[in-house]
């Protein structure tokens, strides 16, 4: 018998967008190596000992999506005798030292420092990039900013922070995002997705498992919702990265989808299943149920 729209939608975040056991126990089985090969290389006796390796980012918010690229941990290293002070002003040789070590303890062929993080690269399955850093004596934590300097994050908080906004909200917000997520990837990954998951938070006073209603809600609201900044206070406006045509780009998509959505849900208030469920398909891929 052919899906109803809720229940197509319904089949295509468990299906199609949602990890599947086995990718997150891979995401499980790959942070617990990272905290292992770090803490081989980093052991307490080092002058750069190794505190904790956790997991961060999407995957630790639970807004994971299909496919998964990567994953995110954090390293926390000792300030062992001031040890900070030999990278405070050249963060990129504190990078290049952790995957120097890394090559030396692990079988991976390749490792990379990109940036603010030292990337593992698998041949199957996701990525790891680890995020190396130093606790702050007030809050937050001391990341390589990319050009040798440092800057301050604090993934804890953005994780405390979501937690909450996910209680007051509904726990349907992790699927609303998730779904948002993978309408973003389709059309250009237009939006970065952490600046996604915030807009998404912070857009909804409340959400119900009816993910067509609030996917045109956040179509229709995106605009007025995409300056929004980080809730743990340290990376700003998180919409800052996007110009003036981009956003105008980002606004058109948004219009065009909030209108296919508004032709959906009508078209399911009349009983034309197969016409809302196209609809929908154009907006969340061609893997999106049409049966």
Do not use: C
């Not at 807009?199 to 995409?226: H, Q």
Request: no cysteine.
């Amino acid at each position: 018998m052919p899906l109803t729209t809720a229940q197509a939608m319904a089949a295509f975040l468990a299906d199609w967008v949602t990890p599947t056991e086995k990718q997150q126990a891979d995401v499980s089985v790959k942070r617990q190596s990272a905290a292992g090969y770090i803490a081989e290389a980093f052991p307490q006796s080092s002058d750069l000992p190794m505190r904790r390796v956790i997991l961060i980012g999407s995957a630790a918010r639970g807004t994971l999506i299909r496919p998964v690229d990567d994953i995110d941990v954090m390293a926390e290293f000792i300030n062992k005798d001031r040890v900070f002070e030999k990278y405070r002003n050249n963060s990129t040789a504190f990078l290049q030292r952790i995957r120097s070590a890394l090559n030396a303890k692990t079988a991976i062929k390749e490792i990379g420092a990109r940036g603010q993080a030292v990337r593992l690269f698998y041949v199957n399955g996701p990525h790891v990039d680890i995020a190396p850093v130093f606790k702050w004596s007030q809050a937050g934590y001391a990341l390589p900013s990319g050009d040798g300097g440092w800057m301050t994050t604090d993934p804890e908080a953005q994780a405390a922070w979501f937690i909450q906004r996910k209680a007051q909200v509904g726990e349907a917000l992790t699927g609303v995002i998730k779904l948002l997520k993978r309408w973003n990837a389709v059309h250009s990954k237009r939006m970065q997705s952490y600046h996604l998951e915030i807009s998404v938070s912070k857009t909804f006073s409340a959400v119900g498992t009816d993910y067509r209603a609030a996917l045109e809600k956040y179509f229709e609201w995106a605009p007025r919702n995409l300056d929004v900044e980080d809730p743990a206070g340290h990376s700003g406006m998180l919409s800052s990265y996007l110009t003036r045509a981009a956003r105008e780009a980002l606004v058109n998509r948004f219009e065009e989808a909030a209108q296919r959505a508004n032709r959906a849900i009508e078209a399911e208030a009349s009983g034309n299943h197969p016409e809302a469920k196209r609809l929908w398909r154009v907006e969340l891929g061609d893997e999106f149920p049409t049966g």
